[in-house]
């Protein structure tokens, strides 16, 4: 559905160059919901707005629904834009219009006719749930439910597409929470492709299918969701994970490690899927001559699938500490040994 290869975007500007994406290659497929996430600066507003050329890439081409965006005329743009709604962080609302007419925008853009578009936008606001907000100015609107209009307003024209330019960030955890049920029920039920760009892997987890990770202008990892979380391949997706597991080992528990008697590790065991929840660690402390503490848990879903992470200090002799870590291993959980405490006599 979108196809980018080999884009380059490099800014010029009085004082210097800017290479803010160098050599980004990826596919979206139709009907996923792809993530593209990434610190300040990596270059994903500049992706994103490379997609409908509202920035004209350097080099390389981007490939809409069998279209190369780079070769189209201004007028074969206009009509392939249709094809692309677009949401932006601020909204981007006409203030001194309706919310009614906020979504006739487009329409009004595309000459659709008058009793046409109406029914139209009738539609879209029911479908966003602002039915009865359609008489309201922009000021007199919550955030999620300016967002909302900016929602019904992209999908105008009906498109393929909708790009997501960090459509939640502006909104709070509960308010951003529903925009994305909306995203992903708009998903499923018009059957369009949405490309998303965040810097919350929040956002990651709960809608998306597939997620790019994109660092100082370049992609550095692209997968399944469920696959970047139970294994990161980079430190970037690795830090990205870390912020929403909250895997970060107080320096209390390792303290509590090193002060500890016995020879004894801390150990972070990751999970995923089913092994979730079956009963390895009670296995592992009945089969092995070791004692676990469990210091700190932390269960989550991705996707519907459990995924989290155990702290455990894990004592005994470090030959048979090492056994039960590898039948941990072997029954498909990841391992980090996060201290080493060798014993202290
Ligand atoms: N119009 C511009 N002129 C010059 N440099 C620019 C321009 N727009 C963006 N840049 C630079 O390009 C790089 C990528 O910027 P971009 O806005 O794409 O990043 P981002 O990942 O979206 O960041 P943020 O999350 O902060 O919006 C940055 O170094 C930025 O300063």
């Given at each position: 559905?979108?196809?980018?290869?080999?884009?380059?975007?490099?800014?010029?500007?009085?004082?210097?160059?800017?290479?803010?994406?160098?050599?980004?290659?990826?596919?979206?497929?139709?009907?996923?919901?792809?993530?593209?996430?990434?610190?300040?600066?990596?270059?994903?507003?500049?992706?994103?707005?490379?997609?409908?050329?509202?920035?004209?890439?350097?080099?390389?081409?981007?490939?809409?629904?069998?279209?190369?965006?780079?070769?189209?005329?201004?007028?074969?743009?206009?009509?392939?834009?249709?094809?692309?709604?677009?949401?932006?962080?601020?909204?981007?609302?006409?203030?001194?219009?309706?919310?009614?007419?906020?979504?006739?925008?487009?329409?009004?853009?595309?000459?659709?006719?008058?009793?046409?578009?109406?029914?139209?936008?009738?539609?879209?606001?029911?479908?966003?749930?602002?039915?009865?907000?359609?008489?309201?100015?922009?000021?007199?609107?919550?955030?999620?439910?300016?967002?909302?209009?900016?929602?019904?307003?992209?999908l105008a024209n009906d498109p393929k597409i909708l790009l997501s330019d960090e459509a939640t960030s502006a909104l709070d955890p509960e308010t951003t929470r529903s925009i994305l049920k909306l995203l992903k029920d708009i998903n499923r039920q018009l059957n369009i492709t949405i490309l998303l760009i965040t810097h919350d892997m929040n956002v990651i987890k709960q809608i998306c299918d597939r997620v790019a990770v994109i660092d100082k202008a370049r992609i550095v990892e692209i997968g399944?969701?469920?696959?970047?979380?139970?294994?990161?391949?980079?430190?970037?997706?690795?830090?990205?994970?870390?912020?929403?597991?909250?895997?970060?080992?107080?320096?209390?528990?390792?303290?509590?490690?090193?002060?500890?008697?016995?020879?004894?590790?801390?150990?972070?065991?990751?999970?995923?899927?089913?092994?979730?929840?079956?009963?390895?660690?009670?296995?592992?402390?009945?089969?092995?001559?070791?004692?676990?503490?469990?210091?700190?848990?932390?269960?989550?879903?991705?996707?519907?699938?459990?995924?989290?992470?155990?702290?455990?200090?894990?004592?005994?002799?470090?030959?048979?500490?090492?056994?039960?870590?590898?039948?941990?291993?072997?029954?498909?959980?990841?391992?980090?040994?996060?201290?080493?405490?060798?014993?202290?006599?």
């Open positions: 559905m979108i196809e980018i290869k080999n884009l380059t975007k490099i800014y010029t500007t009085p004082h210097q160059q800017v290479l803010a994406l160098d050599n980004v290659s990826l596919t979206v497929n139709k009907g996923e919901i792809f993530g593209i996430i990434g610190l300040s600066g990596a270059g994903k507003s500049t992706l994103i707005r490379c997609i409908n050329m509202l920035e004209k890439p350097t080099s390389g081409t981007i490939i809409v629904d069998g279209e190369d965006m780079t070769l189209l005329s201004k007028d074969e743009l206009r009509l392939a834009r249709q094809k692309i709604g677009m949401i932006f962080q601020h909204f981007n609302l006409l203030s001194s219009r309706t919310v009614f007419d906020n979504v006739m925008f487009p329409l009004e853009i595309a000459k659709v006719p008058r009793k046409e578009a109406k029914k139209r936008v009738a539609e879209l606001l029911e479908l966003v749930g602002l039915k009865d907000k359609a008489r309201a100015y922009p000021s007199q609107l919550s955030g999620g439910q300016k967002q909302r209009v900016g929602i019904a307003r992209a399944d969701v469920l696959t970047i979380f139970s294994n990161p391949a980079t430190p970037t997706s690795r830090s990205f994970l870390d912020s929403i597991i909250k895997s970060e080992v107080p320096e209390d528990l390792l303290h509590l490690a090193q002060n500890n008697k016995e020879s004894s590790r801390l150990v972070r065991i990751s999970f995923i899927g089913s092994s979730a929840g079956e009963p390895i660690i009670s296995t592992m402390i009945k089969k092995f001559d070791i004692k676990a503490n469990i210091l700190y848990g932390n269960i989550d879903r991705v996707k519907d699938i459990p995924f989290g992470n155990l702290i455990l200090e894990i004592m005994g002799e470090p030959v048979i500490i090492k056994e039960a870590l590898d039948f941990l291993k072997d029954n498909g959980l990841e391992i980090e040994v996060l201290k080493n405490a060798p014993s202290s006599n």
